[in-house]
């Protein structure tokens, strides 16, 4: 089995030089055959794209796409500096 | 003088898949705010398409909207077309430089650009050994140089640095250390400390804090939308009354 040190950096690289992604900020772990995906995204979409380039990268891996939809909210409060 | 309210948003990543989705989160931003500024990573690719979309979604906005890019906006090599169509349609787009927008007779100053990495004072990378190196921390170096002396020319009652890059650790907590002189550089606090400012705007790190603070004082925040989870943050300052 590849030591999964190096199946999560080659995740991680994918996910953010893949054309389909480009994200940065995807925190990728490996835990034996499990491959778990945290982070935020920005729509439905994305986050379904950063679950198939991840599993192109890591073939006969179980990936958990545990990234989180943050859905943006009108203005929020002020702050007085 | 009267208070300024400032919006900030960073990290839209606009694309065609967003198209519409933005603007619809900030209709009515008269009401609450003087002025928008916008602290890079307008796209995903840098592609001028998706250009395009930030140019739509921003452009024809009762108030004045202020931008520089991030470094996703440089990945497709077309960095200064998409600085020409936003300002083509109508955004004041700083790379390097200063601007002055008057709010009532207020004028507010914003200097900055894109920013670069290199990390934070005492675990920094310095400008020895490999090109490679060299260029990468000359990079910040200029830009910080720039950015001191845009600060100083400005002509302004309140003076704000606006960055795609971090000029503190503070606003990174969150993001693994590892990767900090990735995020940002000491060298950007320093301008701005050198020349003074009210206020320093950055984004790019997603899974940072919003507050923190440069060496010299200056409050620092990290707008990017997944920290500030809104469609902007509004800063006030304060005028002479409070
Ligand atoms: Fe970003
Ligand atoms: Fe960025």
């Known amino acids: 089995m590849e030591t999964p040190h190096y199946v999560a950096a080659r995740v991680q690289r994918a996910l953010a030089e893949d054309e389909r992604t480009t994200e940065l900020g995807i925190r990728v772990d490996v835990r034996g055959e499990e491959v778990y995906l945290r982070g935020q995204v920005s729509c439905d979409e994305r986050r379904r794209q950063i679950e198939n380039v991840a599993r192109e990268a890591a073939p006969g891996l179980r990936v958990h796409n545990e990234t989180t939809l943050v859905e943006v909210r009108e203005a929020g409060e002020e702050e007085h500096l | ?242």
Not at chain 2, 20 to 25: N, Q, V
Not at chain 2, 31 to 49: E, F, M
Not at chain 2, 107 to 124: M, Q, V
Request: a negative charge; hydrophobic letters at 40%.
């Open chain 2, 1 to 242: 003088m009267r208070e300024l309210r400032i919006a900030a948003v960073a990290d839209i990543h606009l694309g065609e898949d967003l198209r519409g989705h933005y603007r619809k989160k900030i209709e009515g931003i008269e009401r609450r705010a003087d002025v928008l500024l916008v602290g890079g990573d307008l796209t995903r690719h840098g592609t001028i398409s998706e250009g395009r979309v930030v140019a739509e979604e921003l452009s024809g906005l009762p108030i004045p909207v202020v931008a520089v890019l991030g470094n996703h906006d440089y990945h497709s090599d077309h960095d200064q077309e998409i600085i020409d169509l936003l300002r083509d349609a109508g955004i004041v787009v700083l790379d390097d430089e200063g601007a002055v927008v008057s709010v009532d007779g207020v004028r507010l100053g914003i200097a900055g650009g894109k920013g670069f990495g290199g990390g934070f004072a005492g675990k920094c990378a310095s400008e020895f050994g490999e090109p490679e190196t060299k260029a990468f921390v000359r990079h910040t170096k200029e830009i910080a140089e720039r950015w001191r002396r845009a600060l100083k020319d400005l002509d302004a009652d309140h003076k704000i640095v606006l960055s795609h890059y971090s000029p503190v650790k503070d606003t990174l907590m969150g993001e693994p250390p590892e990767i900090y002189p990735f995020l940002g550089s000491y060298m950007l606090a320093e301008a701005a400390d050198a020349e003074g400012a009210d206020l320093f705007i950055h984004g790019h790190a997603h899974a940072g804090t919003e507050k923190g603070v440069t060496p010299g004082g200056i409050r620092v925040r990290n707008v990017a939308l997944p920290v500030i989870k809104h469609a902007y943050t509004v800063y006030c300052l304060n005028g002479d009354d409070c």
